[in-house]
């Protein structure tokens, strides 16, 4: 049985920081792509981050780039997310995802299906102005 855990969200003012983590089980972690995805009320789901299956490639979006940075650890089966300098415009629910793919880190992030692969519940993150 596949779980997918987030924690780490909260509350927190503007320019503060955040650390995310997702915790895997169930699965061979190092076998899948994993990025991070947030949607906002009335907002599309945005990929905010993501690393391939073999950690050759990353990306971010354009909006988080310079201030968030993600890892994964293939030998814990997390992967985590620190976010700096964070703005209003960070709000919302933040989840985890995992694909059995080989394909670049940025085609996850922007063509990843909640309908494919394995995604946790999300966690809140709410950046006060």
């Known amino acids: 049985q596949v779980q997918v855990l987030e924690s780490g969200g909260g509350l927190v003012q503007t320019g503060g920081s955040l650390t995310l983590s997702c915790t895997a089980s169930g699965l061979a972690f190092g076998d899948y792509a994993v990025g991070w995805f947030r949607q906002a009320p009335g907002k599309e789901r945005e990929g905010v981050s993501c690393i391939s299956q073999n950690g050759g490639s990353t990306s971010f979006a354009d909006s988080v780039r310079g201030r968030f940075s993600i890892s994964r650890n293939s030998a814990e089966n997390t992967l985590t997310l620190q976010m700096n300098n964070l703005k209003p415009q960070d709000t919302g629910v933040y989840r985890c995802?995992?694909?059995?793919?080989?394909?670049?880190?940025?085609?996850?992030?922007?063509?990843?299906?909640?309908?494919?692969?394995?995604w946790g519940q999300g966690t809140q993150v709410t950046v006060s102005s």
């Open positions: 995802a995992l694909e059995s793919t080989h394909i670049h880190a940025w085609d996850f992030c922007h063509y990843s299906d909640p309908q494919r692969g394995y």
